[in-house]
């Protein structure tokens, strides 16, 4: 059964908050809400802090959100307090047969030979197989193992609402790292679940994640959200938007005079919602919003943008 069966259908936006979002993740953000919006949906905002976060980021993002017109549901939803359920699902996972442990370092997967047929990039199989006495004494290095989901096919499909259907590598990923954090492409799939949201809209560098993440949810019972991989910001040497690229968050660009109603203007351009130089406001751009005229294509962002 679906844990958000009873829930509200939901759209949401999940940054890590490892530092300020910047434009690019603004306009992702954007377009979350727009989707989520359009089609009835509330809109949640989760907080990926199982990684590297930075004390303050979240209330900053939080802060630069609701300065461009983006509101959500009050609650707002944190990874690190959500620990007991990711475990939950592993063990579920463990006691159907459904993982392993696994002892390689980056270095021996990248090392090893490829399975044969099995495509490029995936997980080799090294540990899927091993007898008891090989796996105790790999216990007995002292390294701890990772667990990684064995899966039982190598490719599936996702719906997508800009790519279509998106076939893609399943492999042996893994659920739960080696230091004991549950893996990101778990919590996502448990947390989508347990919260409604039905509809999933990130970057398109996301996009090759999301048939591990479809499959491992139908194999908990849970149905696949709708997803809509956008396009990416990127600089002007055409590669992906960063904080090395200058003034490039609502901080910096408001030191050059930029304020977050222009950030949302030129964003709302860039998706051919707005004509040059008009101001917009997010609640007019729902009227104007229609998935099927987004641009498929990256924004390129220059400097020049904001003279
Ligand atoms: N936390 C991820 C990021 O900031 C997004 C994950 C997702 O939307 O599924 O890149």
């Known amino acids: 059964m679906d844990p958000g069966q009873s829930l509200p ?38 907080m990926e802090d199982l990684d590297r976060t930075v004390v303050g980021a979240d209330r900053q993002q939080l802060d630069d959100l609701a300065a461009i017109g ?42 090893a030979p490829s399975a044969p047929h099995a495509p490029q990039g995936a ?39 800009l790519h279509g259907d998106h076939t893609g590598v399943v492999d042996d990923f893994v659920i739960q790292r080696n230091d ?27 996009l090759s994640s999301a048939p591990r993440q479809a499959y491992l949810a139908s194999l908990l019972g849970y149905s696949p959200p709708t997803y809509a991989h956008v396009p990416m910001v990127l600089n002007a040497k055409h590669i992906r938007l960063s904080k090395r690229d200058g003034a490039v968050t609502l901080t910096d660009l408001s030191e050059h005079g930029v304020t977050a109603a222009r950030v949302l203007t030129h964003i709302a351009r860039s ?29 390129i962002l220059t400097p020049d943008e904001w003279k």
């Open 9 to 46: 259908p939901a759209g949401r936006f999940a940054p890590s908050p490892s530092g300020e979002l910047h434009v690019g993740n603004l306009r992702t953000a954007v377009l979350a809400w727009l989707f989520a919006r359009t089609t009835g949906r509330s809109f949640l905002i989760r």
């Open 271 to 299: 998706l051919r919602l707005a004509g040059p130089g008009e101001m917009v406001d997010l609640a007019g751009l729902t009227e104007r919003f229609r998935s099927d005229a987004l641009p498929r294509e990256p924004w």
């Open 70 to 111: 983006l509101d959500w549901e009050p609650e707002v939803a944190y990874q690190t307090d959500r620990l007991t359920n990711y475990q939950t699902v592993i063990e579920h996972l463990r006691d159907d047969g459904r993982t392993f442990e696994c002892f390689c370092t980056r270095r021996e997967i990248l090392e």
């Open 123 to 161: 997980y080799p199989g090294t540990c899927r197989d091993l007898t008891d006495a090989e796996r105790a004494e790999r216990h007995a290095t002292g390294r701890p193992p990772a667990i990684r989901l064995r899966a039982e096919i190598a490719h599936f499909t996702v719906r997508d609402i």
């Open 180 to 206: 004991g954090t549950p893996a990101y492409n778990l919590a996502v799939v448990v947390d989508d679940a347990a919260q409604g949201i039905d509809q999933v809209v990130r970057g398109d560098d996301l």
